[in-house]
């Protein structure tokens, strides 16, 4: 609920802190473009021959928090949403917002994506499936893949509960802003809080189901990883209650106790992610199966994600929050384009990691091709598609 003040100085802070968001939310979509550019180039992928093991450490850091943060992130700005449009207009733009990319992203898009796949493993000769054939096949046999745009249908769904429950018990959501509202002098309290609420919503779900199993309903191109189910509703109904109240004055304000601690919750992190990194090289060196870890590996293994994922969150929010004010110059000129970004990314990290596939380049180098390429054509795509006034107001 950042709303423009009669106070020259507070209304110039409600539009950093707007921009500080912002950018908070671009730094994720960097990371996920980053993300897919290495993970090909990982010695525990099936991708390219040319392996590098700091590619492992950057998709296993990147992996244990950035998405969970991206709901939290997207569902800031939902309750003033609701408020000032009502729960049909609301759901109505986050249809065109959402709902059309993703069945965009699921129809052209990835079928466009995946092509490159299909060539690697059916040389000329061994088939006759051309594009038309292969996007047929695709959508009517399958597998049907969405890619990134799983984020897309997941968050849509989470729009419309929220919607819903904002419409039928108004006073459940007025009552977790509050709740979350009286924390904002109480910095440790609330890390320890959401440190605890994030076991909680993800441990279970991870000792029952593990991380490899995924959510995909009649085969259709609507997938969610099972054990993260909970774990990202829970993140994005916090981003709503945090909205629910004050973002300028609640637990995000910029110079509020939360977020002058962002080096404190940055170093918590890191042990934490010490501590991920020292039950990976257990399980690779001291459990005997590897397939089937004890209960207690998988346990610590869950618990440590969570808090991980958990401080993380805390630290890309007041980090960004905090540093409002210095110029980050790739962030702000991504800004306006970040979301076309992130939806048409894919199809030049498919391609260039085809392109390069049968170099003999280093992992580094062909991982460096890949995201600078993509970052610069999927950049320059959605300068040019955002020219259209339609797609504009959707990207």
């Not at 441990?203 to 959510?215: A, C, K, Q």
Request: hydrophobic share 55%; net charge positive.
């Amino acid at each position: 609920m950042l709303r423009k003040t009669n106070e020259n100085n507070q209304g110039t802070r409600a539009k950093a802190r707007i921009v500080a968001l912002d950018r908070a939310r671009t730094f994720i979509i960097l990371l996920v473009l980053i993300h897919h550019s290495v993970v090909n180039y990982t010695h525990f992928g099936t991708g390219d021959k040319m392996r590098w093991l700091g590619f492992d450490l950057v998709v296993l850091f990147n992996d244990s928090f950035f998405m969970a943060c991206m709901f939290l992130i997207s569902g800031l700005f939902v309750h003033g949403s609701l408020t000032r449009r009502g729960a049909a207009n609301f759901l109505g733009n986050r249809a065109w917002r959402l709902g059309v990319p993703f069945l965009i992203s699921i129809f052209v898009l990835m079928p466009v994506a995946y092509y490159p796949t299909f060539l690697r493993y059916h040389l000329p000769g061994t088939t006759d499936f051309n594009f038309s054939h292969f996007w047929w096949h695709t959508l009517t046999v399958g597998p049907w893949p969405s890619g990134p745009a799983w984020f897309l249908w997941v968050l849509l769904a989470l729009d419309f509960v929220a919607a819903a429950v904002w419409s039928v018990a108004p006073r459940v959501v007025a009552a977790l802003g509050w709740a979350i509202f009286a924390l904002r002098n109480r910095p440790v309290t609330a890390f320890i809080s959401f440190l605890i609420f994030s076991v909680v919503v993800y441990l279970p779900m991870h000792l029952i189901f593990g991380d490899t199993s995924w959510l995909e309903p009649g085969g259709y191109p609507l997938p969610i990883q099972t054990s993260r189910i909970l774990l990202y509703a829970g993140y994005f109904l916090t981003g709503v209650g945090i909205g629910a109240v004050s973002l300028k004055a609640g637990i995000l304000a910029d110079n509020g106790e939360v977020v002058k601690r962002w080096p404190t919750w940055l170093a918590i992190s890191l042990l934490f992610y010490g501590a991920i990194l020292l039950l990976v090289y257990a399980h690779h060196n001291s459990v005997v199966d590897f397939t089937a870890p004890p209960l207690s590996w998988r346990a610590a293994y869950g618990l440590v994600f969570a808090l991980f994922s958990a401080a993380m969150t805390f630290t890309v929010l007041a980090g960004s929050l905090r540093l409002s004010e210095s110029k980050i110059g790739l962030l702000e000129a991504m800004r306006p384009s970040a979301y076309g970004i992130f939806l048409v990314h894919y199809i030049f990290i498919i391609w260039l990691q085809y392109a390069v596939y049968d170099y003999s380049w280093p992992a580094a180098v062909k991982a460096a091709v890949v995201f600078a390429g993509t970052l610069s054509l999927s950049w320059g795509l959605t300068v040019m598609l955002r020219k259209i006034p339609a797609v504009a107001r959707m990207i």
